[in-house]
């Protein structure tokens, strides 16, 4: 049951896409850089000493 309170209204493809173009959702995202989101802890080599 839908409140009174709420507006209905169905855009047509023109609006839409001027809606999408305005927010910068007209295109897909950019690739996201992999290396910028994992968590990599510091290299360590035999006896426990850090390499560099």
Do not use: C, F
């Amino acid at each position: 049951m839908l409140d009174k309170g709420i507006k209905v209204e169905t855009w047509s493809q023109e609006k839409l896409a001027a809606h999408l173009k305005e927010i910068g959702a007209d295109k897909p995202p950019k690739p996201r850089n992999q290396l910028a989101n994992e968590i990599t802890a510091p290299k360590q080599g035999r006896w426990g000493k850090y390499l560099k």
